[in-house]
């Protein structure tokens, strides 16, 4: 499981946004931190998002934009590493990406996400990732052609094992439900 993050520059006044006012950002309705509940004063956004080949993107824009097209001020990046760059150096930055990229990213703060203004705001941790209460969570998955076999079956037997597990949980992904 993963969990799309959504995050700000740690300096940035904002802790929690809706899904709603994220469709608004990422669609260019909303441009201006002031435009968003418990956001900073009054600036300009800078909004960062994968580039459309990324399944992070095509997820978000399903998922959160329901099928709408991003803004054409949104800037496309490369990767999750170049948006958690660009938001611990740009005060006025917001942007998604696998919970991992963004946790211990020094000048970064992860968002709590509500899915609306009357929904409860919930923190991205691995519980509610894996349960799916927080509301921009995916689950991951590896396709075989057929039944798997040989090493491909091997592999996806290490991945469910405690030891595999422990390594999807040490590189900040969701470990699977016991």
């Given at each position: ?97 696998g919970v991992a ?31 799916g209460k927080y ?20 592999y996806l037997a ?21």
């Amino acid at each position: 499981m993963d969990g799309l993050a959504v995050a700000v520059h740690d300096s940035n006044g904002i802790e929690k946004i809706t899904v709603v006012d994220l469709k608004g950002i990422f669609t260019g309705q909303i441009t201006d931190w002031a435009q968003v509940s418990g956001g900073k004063k009054s600036g300009k956004m800078v909004v960062l998002a994968r580039e459309s080949n990324s399944g992070t993107h095509v997820f978000f824009k399903e998922h959160v934009l329901g099928n709408a097209n991003f803004g054409a001020t949104v800037l496309l990046m490369p990767s999750s590493k170049a948006i958690a760059q660009e938001i611990s150096q740009n005060k006025d930055a917001v942007g998604f990406s696998g919970v991992a990229y963004f946790k211990a990213q020094k000048g970064v703060k992860i968002l709590d996400v509500a899915k609306d203004a009357k929904s409860p705001v919930v923190e991205p941790t691995d519980d509610n990732v894996r349960s799916g209460k927080y509301p921009i969570s995916r689950p991951l998955f590896l396709y075989t052609p057929g039944a798997p076999k040989g090493v491909g079956a091997d592999y996806l037997a290490f991945i469910k094992s405690a030891e595999g597990q422990d390594l999807v949980e040490k590189v900040g992904y969701v470990k699977m439900k016991k």
